[in-house]
């Protein structure tokens, strides 16, 4: 059975957000992407604590997509040190799993 992984970044504007959505989504890296927002962040940057509001952006997708989504991501990404991080999912409703994988088959 194929790998896959849930992939998380957030980006401080909406539209930039739904752009990397329908990006990973139109290039078939991703089955569907969801947008959440805006949520409260607060982290070290450049030494010191920056408040900023942003949108999380959650894509299900296989895990050897990865990289594809990473430089898509990075293509469209305002931030110079994006957030990418991929949480791998262990198991699933085995019907939406097989979806993902039939969707972003090449």
């Not at 997509?65 to 991501?73: F, H, Q, S, V």
């Not at 040190?81 to 972003?104: K, M, R």
Request: a neutral charge.
């Amino acid at each position: 059975m194929t790998e896959f992984i849930k992939l998380i970044t957030t980006v401080d504007d909406e539209s930039k957000a739904r752009i990397i959505q329908e990006k990973l989504v139109q290039k078939r890296v991703a089955a569907c992407a969801h947008v959440f927002g805006p949520i409260s962040s607060c982290f070290w940057w450049e030494g010191k604590i920056e408040k900023a509001k942003e949108w999380i952006c959650v894509a299900k997708l296989r895990s050897e997509d990865y990289k594809i989504a990473e430089r898509l991501i990075k293509e469209n990404h305002p931030n110079t040190v994006p957030e990418i991080i991929a949480i791998p999912i262990s198991s699933g409703n085995i019907d939406y799993l097989n979806w993902i994988e039939n969707v972003t088959k090449p």
